[in-house]
Structure formats: structure tokens, C-alpha cells
């Protein structure tokens, strides 16, 4: 018994010497002895990615580049570049850069086109290419032409273009009141039809104020004692009244209607309205015996001179037989003569400035 004792307290004492860590070793050591030797248990094996996320990966990692070019090989920026099927469809569609560049990423393989469209250029269609997985494919020779201009020739008849230029003139009046109709500030005017011509007669020959102008005229011979065979009085101006509204009807009549169909000429002046004061003097008072044909060239004005005197004649039926005559005949014609070149100069001077609504702006 003292010799157990003896041992237990010697046991006790060693424990209380040694350390903690050297005391966990020996239990470590005593329970890996005491545990028979097994096998290493295998390693849990991870699992594969999804074979399906792995296609589509690779599948969608390719790209298509190229450069937006001219023909001159300058870069074109803004672009619209689009990525077509080869079926057609559209996949995507971007803008070139600044140095033309484009590029599409995350393309799946397949078949593709590129169509490009910019600005002022013909429009551009690749040729179909094939694109592999993970491939950076680049476009070549995205090159632009210039588009070429679509010029639309609208051909119109002749007799409308007249009609409107008719219509523009029926407009013209000096100071808002005088007609002008006559005058045509469009100096290369297509031609009038027989029908425009006797329509432009009636409509200035009956204007109001020609009118107006035809009273104030018998006005001023009745004040004169002009004609005196026609008498005073009531009757006297009725007379006189009635011989200057024959007189003016038949001159425009025949002056502006009725020989400019029969002869092809163009019963208006054209304005000039450039070159020195000298040019457009000779171009006013020539065009009192020059006239323009439908066809375009001059010729002699016929229809002004047959007119004035055809219009003379007439008045030997109506005027006193006292002032009838060959002299009545040269006398209303020199005094339409002169009087067409004293408003000619009027035209060519001062009714542009004086005009409203003068469409058009001469010889330019």
C-alpha cells in the first residue's frame, strides 16, 4: 500500500509539471495508435459546368469589325451599320465611330451580311460571310461611292405654263390701278394659244378702268368741239363716247387678238430691265415694230400695223363723214402707233418700280 501511494502521488505530480500541449500530443498519438490504419476517404469530385451554358458561351464570342470608307479612303463617321441574317433578318445595328470604325460583339457563329447606309452615299450590301466560334472576323472593303443625284423632269404643257403666266400678268397694275397686263416681266414667257390670246384681249379691253378711260377721253373731245359733226350736248358726248369705245375695242381686238393668231405673233412686250439706258431705249421703241413669234424668233410687227390700220378704217363707218377719209385712217393709226411707243418707255422706265404684283425680272 505505501509503495501505491507512493506512485499515484509521484503521478499526480508529473501531470502538474507537464504542459497542456505536450499532455494533447500524447492523447493525439494514443488515439491514432490505438485506431487501426484506414484509407484516405476520396475527395468529393466537383461538378462539371452545364455543357449547354459552355455552348452558348462559345457560341456567342465572336464579333464582326470593319472600317466605314469612301472611295478616297477617308474614314465616314455615323453610319448606320447593321448586322443581317443570311436570311435577312436584322440582329443588330450600331452607328461608325469618329474614325469609321464599327464592331459587334457576342455574335454566335453563323452567316451574316453587313449593310450600310449613310448620308449622301449609295447604300453598301456585303456579300455573305461565315463567322466561326470565338472568331474575330473583320469586314473587308466597306467602301462608299457618292450617291448618284435622281434628277425628276416634270415635262408640263406649254399651254398650262402660259395660263399661269397669264394669270400672273391679269395681276399687274401701275400704282394698283392702271392695268399692265401686257407686260411680261418674264422675258423668256412661253408662247400663248390662239384662245389665251382673245382671252388676254377681252379681259384687258373690258377692264373697268379702260372704262373709265374711254369717258374721260370723249370727255376732252367733247370739251374741244372734237369731230364737231357729232354735235354738243348729251347726244354729242353718247356719240363721241361710243366712237372711242369702237375705236379702243377694235385696236385691241385686232392688235392684240385677231392678227397675233392669224400671224404666230406675240401681241405683248417683253421688259428688258438690264443693260445701259441707250439698249433699253432701242429695245422700248423697237418693240412697236418688232414682234416676238409663238415660235421664238422676231420678226417684223405686223400685227401692230395691220391692226392700227385695219382698226382706222373701221372708224370711217361711225365718225362724221367730215373727218371721214384716208387721213381718219393714218390718223388713229399714227396716234396708236405713238402711243404704244410712248407706253413702251413707260414700261421699260418706271412700271416695274410702279407695278404690284410684277412677277418676274427681265433679260436677266
Known amino acids: ?31 491514432a495508435s490505438s485506431s487501426p490504419s484506414l484509407p484516405d476517404a476520396p475527395l468529393p469530385k466537383s461538378e462539371p459546368q452545364n455543357s449547354g451554358q459552355q455552348t452558348l458561351h462559345d457560341e456567342g464570342s465572336a464579333s464582326i469589325a470593319g472600317t466605314v470608307l469612301d472611295v478616297s479612303g477617308a ?49 453598301f450590301t456585303s456579300t455573305e460571310f461565315d463567322v466561326a466560334v470565338k472568331q474575330a472576323y473583320q469586314v473587308p472593303s466597306v467602301l462608299l461611292s457618292v450617291a448618284t443625284a435622281n434628277l425628276e423632269v ?38 400663248l394659244t390662239t384662245k389665251q390670246k382673245f382671252s388676254l384681249a377681252t379681259r ?3 377692264d373697268p378702268v379702260a372704262m373709265l378711260g374711254v369717258a374721260l377721253a370723249a370727255g376732252v373731245e367733247q370739251a374741244n368741239n372734237s369731230f364737231a359733226g357729232y354735235g354738243q350736248g348729251a347726244a354729242g358726248y353718247s356719240k363721241r363716247f361710243a366712237a372711242k369705245f ?23 412686250y417683253y421688259y428688258q430691265g438690264t443693260g445701259s439706258v441707250k439698249s433699253r431705249l432701242v429695245h422700248a421703241i423697237n418693240s412697236a415694230f418688232v414682234a416676238r413669234s409663238d415660235s421664238g424668233r422676231t420678226m417684223p410687227n405686223y400685227s401692230y400695223l395691220l391692226g392700227d390700220l385695219s382698226s382706222g378704217a373701221l372708224s370711217n363707218l361711225y ?13 388713229n393709226a399714227a396716234i396708236g402707233l405713238g402711243g404704244r411707243i410712248g407706253l413702251n418707255i413707260v414700261r421699260e422706265f418706271f412700271s416695274k418700280r410702279a407695278t404690284t404684283s410684277a412677277w418676274g425680272g427681265g433679260k436677266e
Open 204 to 206: 384687258g379691253t373690258f
Open 75 to 123: 474614314t465616314i463617321s455615323g453610319a448606320d451599320v447593321s448586322l443581317m441574317h443570311e436570311d435577312g433578318t436584322q440582329l443588330h445595328t450600331m452607328v461608325s465611330e469618329a474614325d469609321g470604325e464599327f464592331n459587334f460583339t457576342n455574335i454566335p457563329a453563323g452567316s451574316y451580311l453587313v449593310t450600310v447606309n449613310a448620308k449622301g452615299f449609295a447604300a
Open 319 to 331: 365718225y362724221p363723214k367730215a373727218n371721214r377719209g384716208v387721213g381718219l385712217v393714218f390718223t
Open 246 to 268: 369702237v375705236d379702243g375695242r377694235s385696236s385691241d381686238y385686232l392688235t392684240h387678238a385677231i392678227f397675233p393668231a392669224l400671224l404666230h405673233q406675240d401681241p405683248r
Open 154 to 191: 416634270t415635262v408640263r404643257p406649254t399651254e398650262l405654263i402660259a395660263a399661269e403666266q397669264i394669270r400672273a400678268e391679269e395681276k399687274q397694275r401701275i400704282g394698283g390701278f392702271l392695268p399692265d397686263f401686257y407686260t411680261s416681266y418674264v422675258y423668256n414667257a412661253a408662247p
Open 1 to 31: 500500500m505505501p509503495r501505491l501511494h507512493i506512485v499515484l502521488t509521484s503521478a499526480s505530480l508529473l501531470l502538474c509539471i507537464l504542459p497542456a500541449s505536450a499532455i494533447a500530443r500524447l492523447q493525439t498519438t494514443g488515439r
